[in-house]
């Protein structure tokens, strides 16, 4: 039985599967009050300790886990949970005396000025003593993942990033470089600093709450939980050599190939569909491709506004519109991109090489 649950469970871990699946699961847990009580938290950090333990058991996932490069991770993943349970559970508190008749926990406080001394000092004081304590047993136990002097002849395999940028480099494998590293940071960047521009909603101002905020809370807790933690696990956990994905109980073997022919949304119209040769004009060749995009990306704002978000189009005028929506499809856009590479081996839908330009 537990060689058969591990066998289901790297079959699970494939990308197409985890990231629905981590989807799936986030979207239904997130309106399910119950899942962010103190019984409901309870339980299913006590059901993720159990399963933890026991797939500890498994040598191939314990070498993984323990790695001392992917230590730091599991913690940030234990803090990255507790954290997102604390705020739900606050703002779920907070929407029942609002629904009561009262008012949230934050503008009950009758107290809102505090002493440097002692209550900011000492505190502050103990936790540090805590921390320096902390990373001295962390030191002494765990050996520094210090390798050998780098040699240009000898990468190593697989060669990661540091385990902030592990979203990043696995974005890097479905986007080109300038997509990946620039375009989508540069709008995660300018869509946060324009939030306050674009929701002027003035609830949740000053204190946590889930139904008056329920898409803005939602959107930015898929976007860090799925689109980035999620991305951090796949990268640190099913990221074996040669860059393939491996099961997390998988022994990782640096002979695995996987013959995968990625392909180009030209090729496909052009040569599987109609079969003949590419055109050498790469502005017919990648028509389809470029009239997907610009539809995707222009044309369906102005379709969502006249139908399914009107409401919002007539609430938030045109350009708040149009600029909360492009930003969303961008968004959208990148999971999108990842699974048609893992369904359909989809390389690039706009795909001109003679620029240096590729989508």
Same mark, same amino acid.
Request: glycine share 6%; aromatic share 18%; proline share 7%.
């Given at each position: 039985?537990?060689?058969?649950?591990?066998?289901?469970?790297?079959?699970?871990?494939?990308?197409?599967?985890?990231?629905?699946?981590?989807?799936?699961?986030?979207?239904?847990?997130?309106?399910?009050?119950?899942?962010?009580?103190?019984?409901?938290?309870?339980?299913?950090?006590?059901?993720?300790?159990?399963?933890?333990?026991?797939?500890?058991?498994?040598?191939?996932?314990?070498?993984?886990?323990?790695?001392?490069?992917?230590?730091?991770?599991?913690?940030?993943?234990?803090?990255?949970?507790?954290?997102?349970?604390?705020?739900?559970?606050?703002?779920?508190?907070?929407?029942?005396?609002?629904?009561?008749?009262?008012?949230?926990?934050?503008?009950?406080?009758?107290?809102?000025?505090?002493?440097?001394?002692?209550?900011?000092?000492?505190?502050?004081?103990?936790?540090?003593?805590?921390?320096?304590?902390?990373?001295?047993?962390?030191?002494?136990?765990?050996?520094?993942?210090?390798?050998?002097?780098?040699?240009?002849? +000898?990468?190593?395999?697989?060669?990661?990033?540091?385990?902030?940028?592990?979203?990043?480099?696995?974005?890097?494998?479905?986007?080109?470089?300038?997509?990946?590293?620039?375009?989508?940071?540069?709008?995660?960047?300018?869509?946060?600093?324009?939030?306050?521009?674009?929701?002027?909603?003035?609830?949740?101002?000053?204190?946590?709450?889930?139904?008056?905020?329920?898409?803005?809370?939602?959107?930015?807790?898929?976007?860090?939980?799925?689109?980035?933690?999620?991305?951090?696990?796949?990268?640190?956990?099913?990221?074996?050599?040669?860059?393939?994905?491996?099961?997390?109980?998988?022994?990782?073997?640096?002979?695995?190939?996987?013959?995968?022919?990625?392909?180009?949304?030209?090729?496909?119209?052009?040569?599987?569909?109609?079969?003949?040769?590419?055109?050498?004009?790469?502005?017919?060749?990648?028509?389809?491709?470029?009239?997907?995009?610009?539809?995707?990306?222009?044309?369906?704002?102005?379709?969502?506004?006249?139908?399914?978000?009107?409401?919002?189009?007539?609430?938030?005028?045109?350009?708040?519109?149009?600029?909360?929506?492009?930003?969303?499809?961008?968004?959208?856009?990148?999971?999108?991109?990842?699974?048609?590479?893992?369904?359909?081996?989809?390389?690039? +839908?706009?795909?001109?090489?003679?620029?240096?330009?590729?989508?």
């Amino acid at each position: 039985m537990s060689d058969f649950l591990k066998a289901v469970i790297n079959k699970l871990s494939t990308p197409a599967y985890f990231v629905t699946l981590v989807t799936i699961f986030f979207f239904i847990t997130i309106n399910i009050r119950g899942m962010w009580t103190k019984r409901g938290g309870l339980f299913l950090l006590l059901f993720i300790a159990l399963f933890f333990g026991w797939s500890l058991q498994d040598k191939n996932f314990r070498s993984i886990v323990t790695y001392p490069d992917n230590v730091p991770i599991v913690g940030m993943l234990v803090l990255v949970f507790f954290f997102s349970w604390l705020s739900l559970y606050q703002a779920y508190r907070n929407d029942d005396r609002i629904k009561a008749g009262g008012v949230p926990v934050e503008q009950e406080t009758t107290h809102d000025k505090v002493f440097v001394w002692p209550d900011l000092l000492y505190p502050e004081f103990i936790s540090g003593i805590i921390s320096a304590v902390v990373l001295v047993i962390w030191a002494v136990g765990l050996p520094a993942p210090l390798e050998e002097p780098a040699n240009p002849n +000898v990468s190593p395999n697989p060669s990661k990033a540091p385990w902030y940028f592990l979203g990043l480099q696995e974005i890097l494998v479905y986007f080109d470089p300038w997509i990946a590293g620039v375009v989508l940071p540069s709008f995660i960047i300018i869509g946060l600093m324009a939030i306050p521009y674009i929701d002027k909603n003035p609830k949740g101002n000053g204190y946590y709450t889930f139904m008056q905020r329920k898409f803005a809370v939602t959107f930015f807790m898929f976007g860090f939980l799925v689109l980035w933690v999620a991305l951090i696990i796949v990268g640190t956990i099913l990221r074996g050599p040669n860059w393939n994905f491996f099961g997390p109980y998988e022994p990782w073997d640096v002979h695995k190939l996987e013959a995968l022919v990625n392909v180009n949304l030209s090729e496909i119209l052009w040569v599987k569909i109609l079969g003949q040769g590419l055109p050498t004009n790469w502005l017919i060749r990648e028509s389809l491709g470029i009239f997907l995009v610009v539809t995707y990306l222009f044309a369906l704002p102005k379709l969502l506004a006249k139908t399914f978000l009107k409401k919002w189009y007539q609430e938030m005028g045109a350009a708040r519109f149009y600029i909360t929506v492009f930003l969303l499809l961008v968004t959208v856009a990148m999971p999108i991109k990842m699974y048609l590479r893992w369904i359909a081996n989809l390389k690039y +839908v706009v795909a001109i090489p003679e620029y240096f330009f590729n989508i």
